[in-house]
């Protein structure tokens, strides 16, 4: 995975085809295996990559009405 990242995606049978390019897997069912765990470990690297950037923005938010109070405060 390390070397050939770039070569996966989401879709288990094109993860299937570029592990046929980088391996040989001469068993089908641990091919099967191999492309279906790098599938779902690249489709939860995508989801926790949007959770942190959902976080970042919600702290953004925070900060942003955190300072509107606070200018509102001295105003009153």
């Given at each position: 995975?390390?070397?050939?990242?770039?070569?996966?995606?989401?879709?288990?049978?094109?993860?299937?085809?570029?592990l046929?390019?980088i391996?040989i897997?001469r068993s089908?069912?641990?091919?099967?295996?191999?492309?279906?765990?790098?599938?779902?470990?690249?489709?939860?690297?995508?989801?926790?990559?949007?959770?942190?950037?959902?976080?970042?923005?919600?702290?953004?938010?925070?900060?942003?009405?955190?300072?509107e109070?606070?200018?509102?405060?001295?105003?009153?």
């Amino acid at each position: 995975m390390a070397l050939h990242k770039a070569k996966f995606g989401t879709d288990f049978a094109q993860n299937k085809k570029a592990l046929d390019e980088i391996a040989i897997v001469r068993s089908k069912g641990l091919k099967n295996e191999i492309a279906g765990y790098i599938t779902t470990y690249i489709k939860r690297e995508i989801e926790e990559q949007k959770d942190k950037e959902a976080q970042a923005m919600q702290e953004t938010s925070s900060a942003d009405e955190t300072e509107e109070l606070q200018a509102e405060e001295i105003l009153n």
